[in-house]
C-alpha cells in the first residue's frame, strides 16, 4: 500500500487482506494517511519552511522519470529545515499526496536535490563535499528516509504510529557533512 522508492530506507506498509488493502488504499487517496521522510539536500533552503504545489507527470523521453508539468497530477510536498549544513540541508518531509517520485522530484524542481539520487541528483562528484562522499561507498542511493508512517489500523480502527529510527549510512552522512 505504501510504498518506497528503490534505495529509500525506511517504513512501508504490506497488507495481510483484500479487505485491509483496500481501506488503506482509501486512506492514502483522501491523504488520511501520515508521511514522514527525513532527506539531505544539497544547497542553503532559502526559507526553514515550506511548501512546494507543483504537479508531477512522467517525462516524454525517458518514461521511467518524473518532471513537474502542468499537465501531471496534483502533488504537494511540505519541508522543514531540521538542521542546514555549508552546503547541504537536513529535511523533515511531509507528503500530502503520494506520487512517484514525489519528494525526488519537487526537491529538485526547487533546486535542493535529494543527496546521492542517482536519476534526479547531480553526480555525487560534482561538489567537492560530493567528492569526500563519493570516496565512501557507505549509502547505497538517494539519502532519503522513510522515518514515519501513522494511520487508523482497517480493521480496528486504531490509531496505529511506527517512527524508524535513521540508518547508520544516513547518520555517518550527518556527520560527515559535517565536517
Not at 40 to 64: F, L, S, W, Y
Not at 72 to 92: C, D, I, M, S
Not at 125 to 150: C, N, R, Y
Request: charged content about 30%.
Amino acid at each position: 500500500v505504501h510504498r518506497i522508492d528503490k534505495d529509500t530506507s525506511g517504513l512501508l506498509v504490506v497488507c495481510k487482506s483484500d479487505r485491509a488493502h483496500l481501506a488503506l488504499s482509501e486512506r492514502l487517496k483522501t491523504h488520511d494517511i501520515e508521511r514522514v521522510y527525513h532527506a539531505v539536500v544539497h544547497g542553503v533552503m532559502k526559507e526553514q519552511e515550506g511548501t512546494i504545489d507543483a504537479p508531477i507527470g512522467r517525462m516524454d523521453r525517458e518514461r521511467k522519470k518524473m518532471m513537474v508539468r502542468a499537465d501531471g497530477r496534483k502533488a504537494v510536498t511540505h519541508y522543514k529545515v531540521l538542521r542546514q549544513y555549508p552546503n547541504f540541508a537536513y529535511l523533515e518531509v511531509r507528503l500530502e499526496t503520494g506520487r512517484t517520485h514525489q519528494i525526488r522530484v519537487h526537491m529538485q524542481y526547487i533546486g535542493h536535490p535529494v543527496l546521492g539520487d542517482p536519476v534526479y541528483g547531480p553526480a555525487k562528484e560534482s561538489t567537492v563535499e560530493g567528492k569526500k562522499l563519493a570516496g565512501m561507498d557507505f549509502w547505497p542511493g538517494q539519502i532519503l528516509h522513510a522515518k514515519v508512517l501513522g494511520f487508523v489500523h482497517p480493521v480496528t480502527g486504531e490509531w496505529m504510529h511506527f517512527d524508524s529510527e535513521l540508518p547508520d549510512y544516513f547518520k555517518k552522512v550527518l556527520e560527515t557533512i559535517d565536517i
